[in-house]
């Protein structure tokens, strides 16, 4: 998961206002938090996470050399200061007296493991790639780490914001280690039963002000009905983008509840694989992109809470372009483009061909996937909608067991991202480039756009890099979703991160 900029709504400045209003508490309260998900994290190891859910969760029991704030600024987590000496050499010096949830030391030895680990190929880490610029890692001292590279890295401290693991838990609990994971964040792991909850105590040792509820409880329920009614009952204390627009209005006229919207980055799309026969085609991603009305769905199925996507990038991202190729509703020309290719309706039928789609078995996900199959059947595509529970759905697109599917990235912060996405080496497991695109102009531009620190040159190559995309459509570009939290009425504190962390939760208290 990556994070993102975001511009928040006058409805969230208005919220923080009212959150705001009341001072927390000054002791722990014995009230438990009560969270629900749509789907249970598939790793509990951030050197191995890679779903929206397991970078969440782990945000909470997890402590980062460096992460973001809600407004992507970076800042100094375990770290407490740090300098560049030449382009190619990082100093951090480390905040005193850290500790992991066990009362163990956490040192700077910790953290030349944890990089050194996601490094070494027997991890089989998925972010090798992003690291493999570390030419080596020293500990001289333990406040002190230093990070040496191979050449200059634009993106280098923000790819830092990766939960830092115990050397020592690691050693012991092996591949287990997910199982039981030993951080140092807000929260500890108590409990974790896949598909069904995770249990999260307060950290004592959380190097930080420490968190005004002792216990957050975070229930897996699939069902968007299932959520919206544990939440009516009282079952549920919060949901952040965990319900269908469907549910809001009736849930901003209840007064046991606050609803607060705002701006988000989670970038929807279709995922294609470009190995297939047929959409290894260019114009047939393109007679796709056509044939797909996404302001009719961004307000009739999501009810006007998100924006059409031209990239990957939101708008107001440094780096942003909106000079791309766009691809505005138009099926007279996705069937131009079709029947250029030799792909006529079959005699008989009006089918030009079939296709398979990919998705979960959330609520909305299939009511998305079933406006799009109706749409792509009025310009010849038969495509058939399958489901999955999430872990299988994952497992099928990471390997490449695809032709279609939709899928979100969630807290774009850096462009460096394409690299991981679409450079020709960065294939699972090393990186998510799941649909096999390779291009010798965007390699040579990625390797260009993170070698590259000033600032002014970085944005004109990846402004390339996004008109180059939008043109060979590797990923045919949806929306961008709005943030939508709803909260008990008595629980303050919540400010909204526009990726949609977690990490915020630890601030929250019951009133």
Same mark, same amino acid.
């Given at each position: 998961?990556?994070? $993102?900029?975001?511009?928040?709504?006058?409805?969230?400045?208005?919220?923080?206002?009212?959150?705001?209003?009341?001072?927390?508490?000054?002791?722990?309260?014995?009230?438990?938090?009560?969270?629900?998900?749509?789907?249970?994290?598939?790793?509990?190891?951030?050197?191995?996470?890679?779903?929206?859910?397991?970078?969440?969760?782990?945000?909470?029991?997890?402590?980062?050399?460096?992460?973001?704030?809600?407004?992507?600024?970076?800042?100094?987590?375990?770290?407490?200061?740090?300098?560049?000496?030449?382009?190619?050499?990082?100093?951090?010096?480390?905040?005193?007296?850290?500790r992991f949830s066990d009362g163990d030391p956490l040192t700077s030895e910790d953290i030349q493991f944890t990089f050194e680990s996601i490094l070494d190929p027997k991890t089989a880490s998925p972010h090798r790639k992003a690291f493999e610029i570390i030419d080596h890692i020293s500990a001289p001292d333990p406040d002190t780490v230093i990070f040496n590279l191979k050449k200059p890295y634009a993106?280098?401290?923000?790819?830092?914001?990766?939960?830092?693991?115990?050397?020592?838990?690691?050693?012991?609990?092996?591949?287990?280690?997910?199982?039981?994971?030993?951080g140092s964040g807000p929260y500890q792991l108590q409990e974790f039963l896949p598909d069904e909850k995770i249990v999260l105590q307060a950290n004592p040792h959380f190097y930080d002000t420490l968190p005004k509820i002792k216990k957050i409880i975070i229930k897996i329920i699939p069902e968007d009905t299932i959520r919206e009614m544990e939440l009516q009952k009282g079952s549920l204390d919060l949901?952040?983008?965990?319900?269908?627009?469907?549910?809001?209005?009736?849930?901003?006229?209840?007064?046991?509840?606050?609803?607060?919207?705002?701006?988000?980055?989670?970038?929807?799309?279709?995922?294609?694989?470009?190995?297939?026969?047929?959409?290894?085609?260019?114009?047939?991603?393109?007679?796709?992109?056509?044939?797909?009305?996404?302001?009719?769905?961004?307000?009739?199925?999501?009810? $006007?809470?998100?924006?059409?996507?031209?990239?990957?990038?939101?708008?107001?991202?440094?780096?942003?372009?909106?000079?791309?190729?766009?691809?505005?509703?138009?099926?007279?020309?996705?069937?131009?483009?079709?029947?250029?290719?030799?792909?006529? @309706?079959?005699?008989?039928?009006?089918?030009?061909?079939?296709?398979?789609?990919?998705?979960?078995?959330?609520?909305?996900?299939?009511?998305?996937?079933?406006?799009?199959?109706?749409?792509?059947?009025? @310009?010849?595509?038969?495509?058939?909608?399958?489901?999955?529970?999430?872990?299988?759905?994952?497992?099928?697109?990471?390997? $490449?067991?695809?032709?279609?599917?939709?899928?979100?990235?969630?807290?774009?912060?850096?462009?460096?991202?394409?690299?991981?996405?679409?450079?020709?080496?960065?294939?699972?497991?090393?990186?998510?480039?799941?649909?096999?695109?390779?291009?010798?102009?965007?390699?040579?531009?990625?390797?260009?756009?993170?070698?590259?620190?000033? @600032?002014?040159?970085?944005?004109?190559?990846?402004?390339?890099?996004?008109?180059?995309?939008?043109?060979?459509?590797?990923?045919?570009?949806?929306?961008?979703?709005?943030?939508?939290?709803?909260?008990?009425?008595?629980?303050?504190?919540?400010?909204?991160?526009?990726? $949609?962390?977690?990490?915020?939760?630890?601030?929250?208290?019951?009133?």
């Amino acid at each position: 998961m990556r994070r $993102g900029i975001g511009t928040l709504s006058s409805v969230y400045f208005f919220s923080l206002f009212l959150l705001w209003g009341c001072a927390p508490p000054a002791n722990l309260s014995e009230k438990p938090l009560k969270i629900g998900i749509e789907a249970s994290p598939a790793q509990l190891d951030p050197r191995m996470a890679t779903d929206a859910y397991s970078e969440r969760v782990g945000s909470l029991i997890f402590s980062r050399l460096v992460r973001l704030d809600s407004s992507s600024r970076i800042k100094g987590d375990l770290a407490q200061s740090w300098e560049m000496s030449g382009p190619l050499t990082y100093l951090f010096h480390l905040k005193k007296n850290l500790r992991f949830s066990d009362g163990d030391p956490l040192t700077s030895e910790d953290i030349q493991f944890t990089f050194e680990s996601i490094l070494d190929p027997k991890t089989a880490s998925p972010h090798r790639k992003a690291f493999e610029i570390i030419d080596h890692i020293s500990a001289p001292d333990p406040d002190t780490v230093i990070f040496n590279l191979k050449k200059p890295y634009a993106p280098f401290i923000m790819n830092l914001s990766k939960g830092i693991v115990s050397k020592k838990g690691v050693l012991q609990s092996g591949s287990d280690y997910s199982a039981h994971p030993l951080g140092s964040g807000p929260y500890q792991l108590q409990e974790f039963l896949p598909d069904e909850k995770i249990v999260l105590q307060a950290n004592p040792h959380f190097y930080d002000t420490l968190p005004k509820i002792k216990k957050i409880i975070i229930k897996i329920i699939p069902e968007d009905t299932i959520r919206e009614m544990e939440l009516q009952k009282g079952s549920l204390d919060l949901l952040e983008n965990a319900l269908p627009p469907d549910f809001l209005p009736f849930l901003e006229k209840d007064s046991h509840f606050t609803v607060i919207k705002s701006d988000g980055t989670t970038y929807a799309y279709l995922g294609l694989n470009l190995q297939d026969p047929l959409l290894s085609r260019l114009k047939v991603r393109q007679a796709m992109a056509y044939a797909i009305d996404r302001e009719m769905i961004i307000q009739q199925i999501l009810k $006007g809470l998100g924006k059409e996507a031209t990239g990957l990038l939101p708008r107001n991202h440094w780096a942003y372009t909106s000079d791309v190729e766009k691809y505005p509703y138009n099926p007279e020309q996705a069937k131009k483009l079709l029947d250029e290719e030799g792909l006529t @309706v079959q005699t008989g039928s009006d089918v030009r061909f079939k296709i398979t789609y990919k998705t979960s078995q959330n609520d909305l996900a299939k009511r998305i996937g079933e406006v799009l199959q109706d749409q792509l059947k009025k @310009v010849g595509i038969q495509m058939e909608i399958r489901t999955y529970e999430w872990g299988t759905f994952y497992s099928d697109i990471k390997s $490449g067991n695809f032709q279609l599917y939709s899928l979100r990235w969630v807290g774009i912060q850096d462009p460096d991202i394409y690299y991981d996405l679409f450079h020709s080496t960065s294939l699972p497991p090393a990186g998510a480039n799941r649909g096999r695109y390779a291009s010798a102009q965007i390699d040579r531009l990625l390797e260009e756009g993170r070698t590259t620190l000033d @600032v002014e040159k970085r944005k004109t190559i990846y402004q390339k890099v996004q008109k180059l995309i939008a043109h060979d459509l590797p990923y045919i570009s949806l929306w961008t979703f709005d943030n939508v939290t709803v909260l008990k009425k008595g629980l303050n504190g919540f400010i909204p991160d526009p990726a $949609g962390d977690f990490y915020g939760l630890k601030d929250l208290y019951w009133q």
